[in-house]
């Protein structure tokens, strides 16, 4: 089958070309050997980790500096949010009900006449709230009980590869309106928990996976030779290798724990008002999306804008760890 | 000449710069002949006949200029549709890994079936014939039963047979092989270079056989040409090379090949390594690496000189060919 | 004769074949090793040569004691490695070492090559006090023909070969007296394998270490080693010193493998006589009976189904002494030439440019 993709382009090419750094060699060969040669002085001989590399990438990624700049100013404004919004989310005037835009209120005023301003920048802090602490949760449980299993093996691994079998039979929505629906307390907790109980599977699956196939490098095997311990193979050879897909995952992941979030909280389960969550403004506001869109707009829209910006880094830190994709 | 490539230049873009990989190669072959194209990784010798076989991947490949001249047709001025024709039909190429170059959910009855339907225009029965005639051709034992297998169900070397079959298909007049035994074993790659070159042989075909090999080289080929970063250092045949190479890498290569004579001794190692393709060096690209090397060397590129000492035609890419062919 | 430093006695390693999620059941087992016997003398080295699948690569993880064996002994200096585990098996590891193939994979991506190379002090602390340890590390990568400043770069930063020079300074850290070394140059460039198997034959005089090397390349085998094993099918069909193996081969196998070897000599390329095998090897999940060559062999007959030949100088040289009566596992061993005898003059003229 001639047409078909030729089987490997020469190593050095594929090592400047699409492996990136991987395989510099040669040009360092010459500058490596004892005698430092002609151009030993050049600014690429200076040490470079393979997260220095990724990070040197990412700084020139306009798609990561664009969510990075979104992200953090999320973060700032769930801890500080008097910094841009001097007003109370939950003092709110009948009388203003659904008015729109007005001086000092740029947003309008939502169904019970909240500032609605106000309201979705307060939302921000329930959202990023549960987006973090749930991914936090997800991906310690996840990667430690997936890392385990996957380094181990044997009984274990295949107890808890059915135990996440089963978990991946849950629907999601479904669950959280059977299980959340019985809880009363008014706090972020029970989502974050409700998230994080259904969440590891996902991330144990990816951790385990990449430590198996870490476990196969053959640095392993000799570091193993050494005498090393099953802590140090673990920490210092297989972990350090297996993270970049968990990190990539957990990132793309934190942006639809924080929509999932809003689902709960519009369906009614998740937080309750006087909680301030986008998913309790957006549900209140559905209603009388004819008469006051813009109560509907702008929490939806800073929902929107907050999942897609995890994800487009998410993305962009999987291109940055991963040169086999450029 | 059957085929002619002509002063060919092809680079890559890469996150380092420019890759220069391939840098003014020229290299003909004729009907029934063996041309061996040897190098080591990062020669251009694949990257010389992906062009050649118009598969490479463009980007990030460029090719910057030259000329592959096929019956005295150019194709890098062919149309996509009218190279394509050329390809499979008139000239193939296998590769090293056959296992990853088969389609794993397709028998090997309906690859090899396919060359007949798509470019003859055969029922799939008579393809399926002729599948099978194939296959008993590169003496796939029980052919008839086992053209309804899928390819993983080969050993090694048996799969290389079926890409052989598939590139013989349509009895082009040119074939490229692309390190055809490199991945087999020396018992099976021995099976396998008797069944190219007897193949060859019966069907008069032009053969480019891409290696690293030495002594698979001395076994099959007529015409050598040695490449490194990207450029054609020394041609010759086959025998003068061995007896006698005139360019110091070639006899480098050859003298650190382990020898029954010098066992025991210090292997003869040629120094440093070859360089990064987006940093050749300057002048003369081995001279770095070169004992023979002069000032000259650092500053001026060597043309391919002719160094035709007998009738045989030979060139070596060095200032020095002399002191080296007499040394 | 002194104590062989290594001695390897019935040696098997058999990986069950298995059906079933939670509950497995086994239905085979994969004869990767299958009863291999050898011995290695202070200060020399054994090659090993066979095709992929022989089971050379396992043979070299049991004797670093990264897979268990099935049943054998390996004995280092009289005591049985096979069993030991915690503070003993430490110890034997301080004094058995490996070199890997492929220089890509070998050494972690994250990790400098000075704490590549110095882990061996960690996990050992008493092989070099703490503030030494730099300048051991340094020291090492001087040895092996690399600046002892690029002791903070990473792996990616350096070439195929010089990888493979960093592997051999993990591997030389603990001044073992064993180095397995399991195709350390196949995945190199010509022209670098030469300067990594000079390399390697200068550590061994500096050292004083004994090599076991595996490889598929016959030529590089025959120009390192003392002796040479014959692999195939799990077990060692031929053994012997070098002239021994490659200029009077006894078994059938060893002497299509040598002929099949190309030879970079197109001289000899007519005049040479080719034993092709017929079809592959066969699967190690069903070894042939009696003899496991006997289904690719041109000689085989019915004694050769019935009965294991074994690992021992053959009856009609058992008489003779010459290069002939060496151990060869064959019912109907015979000398036969394959390698033409070499040419004053094959390739080049004798001595290195310049």
Redesign the interface.
């Known amino acids: 089958m001639p047409d078909q993709e030729p089987y490997e382009p020469e190593r050095a090419i594929a090592g400047t070309g699409m492996g990136g750094t991987m395989d510099l060699g040669a040009s360092e060969a010459v500058t490596l050997e004892k005698a430092p040669g002609p151009d030993g002085g050049s600014p690429q001989d200076k040490p470079r980790s393979l997260w220095s590399d990724a990070w040197h990438d990412l700084r020139r990624n306009p798609v990561f500096i664009i969510s990075a700049l979104v992200i953090l100013f999320l973060i700032v404004i769930s801890i500080w949010p008097s910094l841009i919004a001097s007003g109370n989310p939950l003092k709110c005037d009948l009388a203003k009900a659904q008015e729109g835009s007005q001086p000092g209120h740029p947003f309008g005023f939502n169904g019970q006449g909240c500032d609605v301003y106000t309201r979705t920048v307060y939302g921000a802090r329930t959202s990023v709230a549960v987006g973090v602490l749930a991914t936090l949760g997800v991906a310690v449980l996840g990667s430690v009980l997936g890392g385990l299993a996957g380094f181990f093996g044997g009984a274990g691994d295949a107890v808890l590869s059915r135990i996440t079998d089963i978990f991946f039979a849950i629907p999601v929505v479904l669950g959280g309106l059977v299980l959340l629906s019985v809880i009363t307390s008014n706090t972020v907790w029970p989502v974050i928990g409700f998230i994080v109980l259904l969440g590891w599977p996902q991330i144990s699956r990816i951790a385990r996976g990449s430590v198996i196939t870490a476990k196969q490098n053959d640095y392993v095997q000799a570091a193993r030779a050494l005498g090393a311990s099953n802590s140090r193979l673990l920490l210092r050879h297989i972990a350090p290798n297996a993270v970049a897909p968990v990190i990539v995952v957990a990132t793309i992941a934190l942006g639809t724990y924080i929509s999932l979030e809003a689902t709960l909280s519009f369906l009614g389960v998740g937080l309750k008002p006087p909680s301030v969550s986008w998913g309790i403004d957006i549900s209140a506001a559905a209603p009388y999306v004819r008469n006051a869109p813009h109560a509907l707009l702008w929490p939806s829209g800073a929902l929107a804008v907050t999942v897609l910006a995890f994800i487009m880094l998410g993305d962009a830190v999987r291109d940055a760890l991963d040169p086999k994709l450029r | 000449m059957l085929l002619e490539v002509r002063d060919l230049h092809v680079e890559f873009h890469t996150r380092d710069g420019v890759a220069r990989a391939v840098n003014g190669v020229s290299y003909g072959v004729d009907a029934g002949e063996t041309l061996a194209v040897l190098g080591e990784s990062g020669s251009g010798k694949s990257v010389t006949a992906q062009t050649v076989m118009g598969i490479l991947d463009v980007p990030p490949g460029r090719i910057t200029s030259g000329e592959i001249l096929f019956e005295g047709r150019d194709l890098l001025k062919l149309k996509e549709e009218e190279r394509r024709k050329v390809r499979g039909a008139e000239m193939a190429m296998i590769f090293q890994d056959a296992l990853s170059s088969l389609n794993p959910v397709l028998t090997v009855g309906d690859q090899l079936g396919e060359m007949f339907t798509v470019h003859r225009g055969m029922s799939r029965k008579d393809a399926r014939a002729k599948a099978v005639e194939l296959m008993d051709r590169v003496r796939i034992p029980a052919a008839k039963e086992r053209v309804r297998q899928y390819p993983h169900q080969f050993s090694g070397g048996m799969r290389q047979r079926i890409m052989i079959a598939m590139a013989m298909a349509l009895e082009p007049k040119l074939i490229i092989a692309d390190e055809p035994t490199t991945a087999l074993d020396v018992t099976v790659q021995a099976q396998v270079m008797d069944l190219l070159a007897e193949l060859q042989r019966e069907l008069h075909m032009g053969l480019i056989l891409i290696t690293h090999d030495l002594g698979v080289v001395a076994d099959v080929a007529d015409r050598i040409a040695v490449m490194y970063a990207g450029r054609i250092v020394e041609t010759a045949p086959v025998h003068d090379i061995y007896k006698n190479p005139a360019h110091p890498y070639t006899r480098g290569l050859l003298e650190s090949i382990p020898r029954l004579d010098q066992k025991g001794q210090e292997l003869y190692a040629i120094k440093g390594l070859p360089p990064n393709l987006t940093r050749i060096p300057p002048g003369c690209a081995f001279h770095p690496r070169c004992p023979m090397a002069q000032d000259v060397c650092a500053t001026d590129v060597p043309p391919l000189y002719d160094v035709t000492e007998s009738d045989a035609e030979r060139g070596s890419a060095c200032h020095f060919w002399r002191e080296c062919l007499h040394g | 004769m002194a104590e062989p430093i290594l001695q390897v006695t019935g040696l098997v390693k058999h990986y069950p074949l298995t059906t079933g999620?939670?509950f497995k059941k086994q239905v085979g087992a994969v004869k990767a090793v299958d009863g291999v016997d050898f011995h290695l003398d202070r200060g020399e080295t054994l090659g090993i040569v066979g095709?992929?699948g022989c089971g050379k690569s396992t043979v070299a993880?049991m004797l670093?004691?990264?897979e268990r064996p099935t049943a054998g002994e390996i004995r280092y200096k009289g005591e049985d490695i096979t069993r030991l585990s915690g503070k003993a098996?430490?110890s034997v590891?301080?004094n058995i070492?490996?070199v890997?193939?492929?220089p890509y994979?070998?050494?972690?991506?994250?990790?400098?090559v000075g704490d590549?190379i110095g882990?061996?002090y960690?996990?050992?602390p008493e092989v070099a006090p703490k503030g030494d340890r730099r300048a051991r590390v340094q020291q090492l990568l001087d040895v092996v023909?690399?600046?002892p400043e690029?002791i903070?770069?990473?792996p990616?930063?350096?070439?195929?070969?010089?990888r493979q020079r960093i592997?051999i300074a993990?591997g030389l850290a603990?001044r073992p007296e064993i180095i397995v070394a399991d195709e350390p140059v196949s995945a190199l460039?010509?022209?670098?394998?030469?300067?990594v198997?000079?390399l390697m034959?200068?550590l061994q005089d500096e050292f004083d270490l004994s090599y076991i090397f595996i490889a598929?390349d016959?030529?590089?085998v025959?120009?390192?080693s003392d002796r040479v094993g014959v692999m195939y099918l799990g077990r060692i069909v031929e053994t012997g010193r070098?002239a021994e193996i490659?200029d009077h081969p006894t078994h059938p196998y060893t002497q299509?493998?040598l002929s099949?070897?190309?030879?970079?000599?197109?001289?000899?390329?007519e005049h040479r006589e080719?034993i092709?095998?017929a079809g592959?090897?066969p699967s190690p999940t069903n070894i042939p009976s009696g003899c496991r060559f006997r289904t690719r062999c041109w000689k085989a007959r019915e004694r050769c189904a019935l009965e294991v030949p074994a690992l021992a100088v053959p009856a009609e040289f058992r008489s003779v002494s010459g290069p002939a009566a060496h151990d060869s596992a064959c019912h109907f061993a015979e000398e036969k030439q394959v390698?033409p005898p070499?040419t004053?003059?094959?390739?080049?003229?004798g001595s290195?440019?310049?």
Do not use: C, W
């Open positions: 999620i939670l095709e992929s993880k670093v004691n990264l098996l430490k590891r301080r070492q490996m890997f193939q492929d994979t070998s050494l972690n991506p994250r990790m400098t590549i882990e061996a960690d996990i050992h023909g690399l600046n690029y903070n770069r990473y990616h930063q350096f070439s195929g070969g010089q592997g993990r603990l460039d010509v022209s670098v394998q030469a300067q198997i000079n034959a200068r598929h016959l030529s590089i025959r120009h390192i070098d490659y299509a493998l099949a070897v190309p030879v970079p000599d197109p001289e000899a390329r080719r092709i095998l592959d090897v390698v070499e004053d003059d094959g390739a080049g003229h290195g440019p310049g």
